[in-house]
């Protein structure tokens, strides 16, 4: 003993481990909402609704009308790695759904109180349960329901101190919230979405469902967004050594912004790349040189094994092989659409 030798290792209690596992998944009531999102729609939800109250701390509220939750599965519905949608590592490669490690809902837990009400077909009532630290706090309890699930996330971040103060004290997330409900929107147009605060009347995204992406924009971005967008594809699909699709909309050379607007799924995943973005606004900014900034949509789709979707805990960035050679693809069809219509813009009559 004594003042000598090294500090002695000792084994974390499992409530500490899964509490800092938590804030590393549920980094901001905004990465709450894009979770409870993705799970209404790997539940096959037709109309997804949030509500949120002071920026997602009090209260985040998702209802779907997807396939509900058997009451059976509730007890463990919240624990850590529990999940329907993968069971062996190999079906990573091969995986729609965008959840997959059974984390979401159960840090939820860790660091708010979550509800659940939930149904699935065929039953007379639904149930609802409350849950802590991954567990269930009480029998679930039949109650009415409609269809689907409803999970309500309150006081998030109630026990980190640190995170809730330095949340409390900056901008509110709401923003963050309706940008990311207005992505998932442009993607997946079949989908009403909407967003509200708690309390009030109007929805602030409101993206009906459709069967153009151009009226989902409409919807979600508005008419003069719509107006100077141009369609663009890429697909790669001769090569012998990768297959890729690209779909999207771009803005032409009328189109004005201050900041860029891209909007990016990978295999149906909204994801982040700061590659594909700087290259992008790196064309717009040599072709126009009165430098607005774009609005970009786009979908790549790729064979499921290019893409490593688990390199992030948030997910929400992917690893591609061969990226280099995609985004080099991508820029160069951009670069022609852009020079198409910068030549022929002087031919356009104002609308
Ligand atoms: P993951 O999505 O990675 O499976 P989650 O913690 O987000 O993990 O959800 C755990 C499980 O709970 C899901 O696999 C799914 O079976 C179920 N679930 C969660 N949200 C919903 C929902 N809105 N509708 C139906 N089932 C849901
Ligand atoms: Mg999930």
């Known amino acids: 003993g004594g003042s000598g030798g090294p500090p002695r290792i000792r084994r974390l209690e499992e409530s500490v481990v899964n509490r800092i596992a938590a804030g590393e998944v549920i980094q901001r009531p905004s990465s709450a909402v894009k979770e409870l999102v993705e799970n209404s729609i790997d539940a096959g939800a037709s ?24 009451c059976e599965d509730l007890p463990i519905l919240c624990e850590r790695h529990t999940t329907s949608k993968l069971s062996a ?34 039953q007379l009532h639904g149930y609802r349960v409350s849950y802590r630290d991954g567990v269930m706090e009480n029998d679930p309890k039949p109650c ?50 909407s967003c509200r605060k708690h309390g009030a009347n109007r929805a ?39 297959i890729f699709k690209m779909d999207g909309f771009i803005s032409n050379a009328n189109y004005v912004a201050k900041k860029t607007t891209m909007i990016l799924f990978i295999n149906d995943r ?22 607005s900034k774009p609005f970009i949509y786009m979908s790549i789709n790729l064979p499921p094994e290019h893409v490593d979707v688990n390199i992030h805990p948030t997910k929400k960035e992917v690893s591609l092989l061969n990226q280099e050679r995609i985004i080099e693809k991508i820029k160069d069809a951009i670069e022609e659409k852009l020079m198409n219509c910068n030549n022929t813009r002087i031919f356009q009559t104002q609308a």
């Open 270 to 291: 909204l994801v982040d790349c700061t590659s594909l973005k700087r290259a992008t606004e790196f064309v717009y900014s040599a072709i126009l040189p009165q430098a």
């Open 204 to 242: 602030d995204v409101h993206s009906g469902s459709t069967s153009s992406r151009l009226d989902a924009i409409r919807n979600v971005y508005g008419a003069s967004v719509v107006r100077d967008l141009m369609e663009i594809q890429v697909s790669d699909e001769n090569a012998v050594d990768e």
């Open 47 to 70: 109309t997804v609704s949030v509500t949120v109250k002071d920026g997602g701390l009090k209260l985040i509220q998702v209802s779907d009308d997807g396939h509900g939750i058997r």
């Open 144 to 193: 009415a329901a409609v269809k689907g699930t409803q999970v309500m996330v309150e006081n998030l971040f109630y026990n980190m101190v640190a995170r809730r103060k330095t949340l409390e004290n900056s901008n509110d997330d709401y923003p963050k919230i309706v940008d990311f409900i207005s992505r998932f929107a442009v993607h997946h147009i079949n989908v009403n979405f």
């Open 89 to 122: 590592y190999e079906d990573l490669q091969t995986i729609k759904s965008m959840g997959f490690r059974g984390e979401a809902l159960a840090s939820m837990t860790y660091v708010g109180h979550v509800t659940v009400t939930t149904i699935t077909e065929g």
